[in-house]
């Protein structure tokens, strides 16, 4: 995943180099940005609900466990669900 | 517009609809395929996702197919909508 801290906003601007290259590079980052926003957010909710109870004055061992495994199921999940889109993007075109 | 820019736009624009997809499906599979989250995916989870996503497709097509038809003999959705 693309480094998400750095501040892009001050240098180009200053310098003129507002180049198509330049500019392309900046959404990139910023598109990379939003989808890892999104599935975080769609994680959050996920394990939140799979992992957390009646919700107690702190997450214990047990749901702090639970909450590590999930992200991980998540992932594996975000990656499975990719691949048999993609395969099956490309049996639609195939047919085409 | 510079013709560079155009393609760039138009290749991200199909990459983040594939993206965006892959998070709603992810999302709606998930209700429907994991149970609680163990150490691995195991391949009964797997085949449930890898079905989801096929079967989410069809229905998708299976929506736009039958509007087509239904537009076809009863005319526009809203009309077939009002009752």
């Known amino acids: 995943m693309d480094s998400f801290g750095s501040d892009f906003s001050s240098g180009a601007a200053e310098s003129g ?11 990139k980052v910023q598109i990379a940005v939003a989808n890892a926003q999104e ?5 959050t909710d996920k394990c939140f609900k799979k992992c957390v109870g009646k919700p107690g004055g702190s997450l214990d061992n047990s749901e702090q466990k639970c909450i590590a495994m999930c992200m991980d199921r998540y992932m594996d999940a975000w990656n499975t669900v990719s691949r048999a889109y993609n395969s099956r993007l490309q049996r639609e075109r195939a047919r085409i | ?7 760039f736009i138009e290749v991200e624009s199909q990459k983040q609809r594939f993206q965006q997809l892959v998070h709603q499906m992810t999302d709606v599979c998930w209700e429907k395929c994991m149970d609680k989250p163990g150490p691995k995916l195991d391949s009964r989870t797997e085949t449930c996702f890898v079905n989801c ?31």
């Open chain 1, 17 to 27: 180099k507002m180049d198509p290259g330049t500019i392309m590079e900046q959404v």
């Open chain 1, 39 to 43: 599935l975080l957010q769609r994680m």
């Open chain 2, 1 to 7: 517009m510079d013709p560079q820019l155009q393609q």
């Open chain 2, 53 to 83: 996503v096929e079967r989410f497709i069809d229905t998708s097509q299976f929506i736009l197919n039958r509007l087509e038809q239904t537009q076809r003999g009863r005319g526009s959705l809203t009309e077939s909508m009002s009752d």
